[in-house]
């Protein structure tokens, strides 16, 4: 049995006994859901993995409550730059690479000699955190390979009857998970993009590299240093495509796609570009790129709700978030990227 409580101060405390218990719940940040266990507890870890269905080589990412809780989770001092990010953009949406501590397990790193740790900006889940006192190892809360939960009912359609308590806080505000970046070295670099972006960093440090991963499948055999880079993640069960181009020539190329096909289909398209598709079934990614990463998982759910077969997408400028939206919808399509 799964059960789903508001949060509040006594739900949390009750989260949080599980926790030490070693089980595994699900709780809100501010990016989408994560499913929590103890970062040092292999046992618990273990369980997370089971609850996903998961790859064993997928890294996860420690949550922190404050900055005193870093002794343990990383080896050594935050270097001086990530200092500066931390300074700038803790509590929120920024995990950084790190040497792993003792305190985080190596079930939890995939066996990594470095951890992802963020402090999240959701009150809710620092507060879980600082009850549990341990730092939580938490990856998105849904079933591996789907579009991530930005609701305590899209954690429920994935995890009944797979963990014990999902704790309700409401919709996610940003939409797609933390930037990830290795803050080992400098200039540092950018794993998984974000809500804290591209430009965000290099205003902060005055430079920043972005993955070849980023924007391609890992290659055979290559290690996955992030969570988030596996080949096809964030996926509906529909066949997604993807058409890059100027507004005209990728809304004609999207109509030749969809008057092709002989199913149930929809069109995403930013929502000044939507009159272009005429009578066709089509849906708003929104006006703005943060608006399309604030409602891209919700809508990828709402296709398979509606046993939408092929969704053709427009692509989104990669200015700012719109790098985490293609970074989504890439791997959401498995690449399947029509340029014209």
């Not at 040092?40 to 949550?63: E, M, S, T, V």
């Not at 953009?89 to 470095?114: F, H, N, Q």
């Not at 080949?231 to 529909?238: D, E, K, L, M």
């Given at each position: 049995?799964?059960?789903?409580?508001?949060v509040?101060r006594?739900?949390?405390?009750?989260?949080?006994?599980?926790?030490?218990k070693?089980?595994?719940?699900a709780?809100p940040?501010e990016?989408?859901y994560?499913l929590?266990?103890?970062?040092?507890?292999?046992d618990?870890?273990k369980?997370i993995?089971?609850?996903?269905?998961?790859?064993q080589d997928?890294?996860l990412i420690?949550?922190?409550?404050?900055e005193?809780?870093l002794?343990?989770?990383?080896s050594?001092?935050?270097p001086?730059?990530a200092?500066?990010?931390?300074?700038k953009?803790?509590?929120?949406?920024?995990?950084?690479?790190l040497?792993?501590?003792g305190?985080v397990?190596l079930?939890c790193?995939?066996g990594?000699?470095?951890?992802g740790?963020?402090?999240p900006?959701n009150e809710?889940?620092?507060?879980?955190?600082r009850?549990?006192?341990?730092p939580?190892?938490a990856?998105?809360?849904?079933?591996?390979?789907?579009?991530?939960?930005?609701?305590?009912?899209?954690?429920?359609?994935?995890m009944?009857?797979?963990?014990p308590?999902?704790l309700?806080?409401?919709?996610?505000?940003?939409?797609v998970?933390?930037?990830?970046?290795d803050?080992?070295?400098?200039?540092?670099r950018?794993?998984?993009?974000?809500?804290i972006?591209?430009?965000?960093?290099?205003?902060a440090l005055?430079?920043v590299?972005?993955?070849a991963?980023?924007?391609r499948?890992?290659a055979q055999?290559?290690?996955?240093?992030?969570?988030?880079?596996?080949y096809?993640?964030?996926?509906p069960r529909g066949?997604?495509?993807?058409?890059?181009?100027?507004?005209?020539?990728a809304a004609?190329?999207?109509?030749?796609?969809?008057?092709?096909?002989?199913?149930e289909?929809?069109?995403?398209?930013?929502?000044?570009?939507?009159?272009m598709?005429?009578?066709r079934?089509k849906?708003s990614?929104?006006?703005?790129?943060r608006?399309a990463?604030?409602?891209?998982?919700?809508?990828?759910?709402?296709?398979?709700?509606?046993?939408v077969?092929?969704?053709?997408s427009?692509?989104v400028?990669?200015?700012?978030?719109?790098?985490?939206?293609?970074?989504?919808?890439?791997r959401?399509?498995?690449f399947?990227?029509?340029?014209?």
């Amino acid at each position: 049995m799964t059960e789903i409580l508001p949060v509040s101060r006594e739900s949390v405390e009750y989260a949080a006994e599980l926790i030490k218990k070693g089980e595994v719940v699900a709780f809100p940040t501010e990016t989408v859901y994560g499913l929590g266990a103890d970062a040092g507890n292999p046992d618990a870890i273990k369980k997370i993995f089971a609850a996903k269905g998961r790859p064993q080589d997928n890294p996860l990412i420690a949550h922190i409550w404050d900055e005193s809780m870093l002794p343990g989770v990383i080896s050594g001092e935050l270097p001086t730059w990530a200092s500066v990010l931390a300074q700038k953009y803790w509590p929120g949406p920024l995990t950084m690479i790190l040497p792993k501590g003792g305190r985080v397990c190596l079930e939890c790193t995939a066996g990594l000699d470095s951890v992802g740790v963020r402090l999240p900006g959701n009150e809710w889940a620092r507060r879980l955190i600082r009850a549990s006192g341990v730092p939580i190892a938490a990856p998105s809360a849904n079933t591996s390979g789907r579009p991530s939960p930005t609701t305590a009912k899209h954690v429920y359609d994935d995890m009944k009857g797979r963990i014990p308590l999902i704790l309700d806080g409401g919709e996610a505000n940003v939409g797609v998970e933390s930037t990830v970046i290795d803050a080992r070295t400098f200039p540092v670099r950018i794993l998984r993009p974000g809500g804290i972006t591209r430009e965000m960093i290099f205003d902060a440090l005055g430079s920043v590299e972005v993955d070849a991963g980023v924007v391609r499948p890992l290659a055979q055999n290559e290690v996955a240093r992030s969570p988030g880079m596996k080949y096809r993640h964030y996926a509906p069960r529909g066949r997604l495509t993807v058409v890059e181009g100027e507004a005209l020539a990728a809304a004609g190329k999207i109509i030749e796609l969809y008057d092709a096909f002989d199913g149930e289909k929809r069109i995403f398209a930013m929502e000044d570009h939507l009159s272009m598709y005429g009578e066709r079934e089509k849906v708003s990614l929104g006006k703005d790129r943060r608006e399309a990463a604030h409602r891209l998982f919700a809508l990828l759910r709402d296709m398979d709700d509606l046993g939408v077969e092929a969704i053709f997408s427009e692509a989104v400028d990669e200015t700012d978030i719109g790098l985490a939206v293609m970074n989504r919808m890439g791997r959401a399509a498995a690449f399947n990227i029509i340029k014209v």
